[in-house]
């Protein structure tokens, strides 16, 4: 414990109480003037070195009353009922009495150190000088507003257009210096010219230009102000418009400036205005920079999705597969004909090892890798290829790399050549048909007269034996074998023959109902129940009547066999249908439809039953479904099969006559 007037040589010598050391060291520590003092009497105890730098009346304040140095200002309470009640309103302003009698307006504010005690104990006073108070909130304002600009600035670089940017950049800069231009200037060109590209505020004194000279001169923050002389056009503009300073900082790196950042105004100069203006300048420097590499980026970007797009429609207008392998030999992409073909889409294969994906009847590491270590090409020819579902198909496949800076990955076309299979084996089997049909026709010419010559002499024979001749049996059964072979050389002859048709129109429905009436007896005969439908008021169609009629003939003889054959006489139904369709949009179409409630054709035997000499029926020639192909073939028309346990049906698709129009107008008949 010690004395406060040993402490402090101001301090009272009248004072007879005696504060803790750390009280009066606390005490000195507070910025503002302070006073502590006694509630009960109104003694000041101690007051700090802040309270005696505003140079009151009395410069020994210990020991003093408060009252002698405090007067109440207009509406603040009396100083007595202050301290006693300072919490019904801790701060009131007096006015202290200094040195000189003068008085100066300050704010008291009054915190109780035993709030508890009623009456008496000690107060915490701290004075603050009303234009000091002013000052600091002043002061406050502009951090105030200083922080929002910030914010503000900082919210501004996610923003676009750029000019919209740089615009909002530069009005709050300049307001928040109080200022009455602000500008920015961006080099142009190999010249170095400066092109101002912003302005905000009064800009019409400053130029459009820089010329490089004074980029040189601004390359460094700088601060004119107006009883300095200028040495740049931008401060000669700024003394022209009567401004009292401009701040200028360069925009870029050091030693690499695109540009000039300024800030000029009347007002006097603001605290830290080429710091600010420095900030100012950084952060341009950030917009402009994003915005030529979002620029450039954008370009690239663009140039990529061109290229990408390229890249996409030709992959898929590519007939042929297409991969993409990375280098570890990884599957990135295909097109559509691949994904056709082996049954994947990209999403289930991306990444995955292609050994896994294109699997073959021996591997292809071995060429993959030898164009992955540098082959330029490599092909394999009729190799097997399996789809996902296990199925095979023959197949040629080339690989090559893709080059960039290294290698890029790896590229492999293949072409499913099952349809070339299949159009040689088709081709092959005409050719042999031809052949066959050359022969064919040969044999029967050289095989034909023999047959009549046995059939002549089995004739003459059978008239001369005696019915009851026991050879007589033998005989007749040649003459009947020697008819079947006639029978199967004439429908040979018949499907290798070329045969001119007649194309007219035809009454459909006229050809129908006659056909039915001549088959009426054999299929009452055979106790079948033929239900018949056809359409009213139909088309003619295009065609020959005595070749449709054969075609009928045909597919009802086989339905009868069928019929006879494999089902009941209380179950044998024959139906026959014939209406108008719309299976080609531009053109209306006659279906005619035979079924019957046989066994059905077997599923393997359905896909080559048109095929000519065919056959699964003992007897049977397997040219008649061959001859009915041909027709319809020939008119322009379709025959297709549906079968199942129980039923088939054969259906018959037509086109509908269309009369011709000649030059002149006149309708004719299409020959």
Request: charged share 20%; with cysteine; net charge negative.
């Amino acid at each position: 414990m010690c004395s406060f007037s040993a402490v402090y040589p101001f301090a009272s010598r009248k004072s007879k109480i005696t504060l803790p050391a750390e009280v009066i060291s606390l005490l000195n520590c507070f910025p503002e003037a302070a006073l502590l003092v006694d509630r009960s009497n109104g003694t000041i105890l101690a007051a700090n070195a802040a309270a005696l730098l505003l140079q009151p009346s009395q410069g020994d304040l210990t020991g003093l009353e408060l009252a002698s140095l405090l007067t109440p200002m207009d509406g603040a309470r009396s100083l007595a009922e202050f301290l006693q009640h300072p919490e019904v309103k801790p701060a009131e302003l007096y006015e202290l009495i200094l040195a000189d009698d003068e008085k100066l307006p300050v704010e008291i504010t009054a915190k109780p150190l035993q709030p508890n005690q009623k009456r008496g104990g000690w107060l915490f006073l701290e004075m603050t000088p009303v234009e000091q108070r002013q000052q600091r909130q002043t002061e406050k304002l502009r951090l105030e507003q200083m922080w929002r600009a910030l914010i503000s600035l900082t919210s501004l670089a996610q923003r676009e257009p750029l000019t919209a940017v740089l615009a909002e950049a530069l009005n709050i800069s300049m307001g928040f210096l109080g200022g009455e231009v602000s500008l920015l200037y961006q080099v142009q060109g190999e010249k170095l010219i400066l092109e101002r590209i912003g302005a905000a505020g009064k800009s019409e004194h400053f130029p459009e230009t820089i010329f490089p000279s004074d980029l040189m001169i601004l390359k460094k923050p700088q601060l004119w102000q107006s009883k300095e002389r200028t040495a740049t056009t931008l401060q000669r503009a700024a003394r022209a418009a009567g401004l009292h300073y401009l701040a200028s900082a360069p925009l870029g790196q050091v030693n690499a400036s695109i540009g000039i950042a300024a800030v000029g105004g009347k007002e006097p100069l603001p605290n830290n205005a080429l710091e600010i203006v420095q900030f100012l300048a950084a952060f341009l420097t950030m917009v402009l920079q994003n915005e030529s590499t979002t620029r450039a980026l954008e370009r690239k970007l663009t140039e990529q999705e061109y290229t990408l797009a390229i890249s996409d429609a030709l992959k898929d207008q590519i007939k042929d597969c297409l991969l993409v392998l990375s280098p570890d030999l990884r599957v990135l992409d295909l097109n559509r004909s691949a994904e056709q073909s082996l049954g994947y889409s990209l999403q289930e294969i991306f990444q995955r090892p292609v050994e896994e994906i294109l699997i073959s009847e021996r591997s292809l590491l071995p060429e993959l890798e030898a164009v992955r270590h540098g082959t330029t090409y490599h092909q394999i020819e009729n190799i097997r290829i399996f789809r996902r579902n296990g199925a095979s198909f023959p197949a040629n496949v080339r690989i090559f790399p893709i080059n960039g800076a290294g290698l890029s990955g790896l590229i492999i076309l293949f072409q499913d050549t099952s349809e070339q299979e299949s159009f040689r084996i088709r081709s092959e089997q005409l050719e042999q048909r031809a052949l066959l049909g050359e022969v064919t026709a040969s044999f029967a010419h050289e095989v034909r007269n023999p047959i009549n010559n046995i059939s002549t002499g089995l004739q003459l024979l059978s008239m001369n034996l005696p019915a009851d001749d026991p050879n007589y049996e033998n005989v007749l059964r040649l003459q009947h074998e020697c008819n079947r072979l006639n029978d199967l050389i004439k429908s040979g002859l018949s499907f290798i023959k070329p045969i001119e048709y007649k194309m007219d129109a035809i009454d459909i429905a006229q050809v129908m109902r006659n056909f039915l009436e001549r088959w009426q007896g054999r299929l009452r005969q055979h106790q079948i129940d033929c239900q018949v439908q056809i359409e009213a008021q139909l088309p003619f169609v295009e065609g020959d009547a005595r070749a449709l009629e054969q075609v009928l003939s045909n597919l009802m003889n086989n339905a009868i066999q069928a019929l006879v054959e494999n089902c009941a006489p209380d179950n044998r139904i024959i139906g026959v249908k014939v209406q108008l369709t719309q299976e080609l949009a531009e053109r209306s179409q006659v279906e005619i439809s035979i079924s019957d409630n046989g066994p059905g054709i077997p599923e393997e035997n359905r896909d080559r039953i048109f095929e000519p000499f065919f056959t699964t029926r003992k007897g049977g020639t397997g040219i008649g479904l061959a001859i009915v192909k041909r027709i319809i073939t020939a008119h322009k028309g379709s025959v297709s099969v549906e079968s199942f346990p129980g039923a088939t049906v054969f259906r018959i698709v037509l086109p509908v006559y269309r009369k011709k129009t000649s030059p002149l107008g006149s309708e004719q008949r299409e020959k």
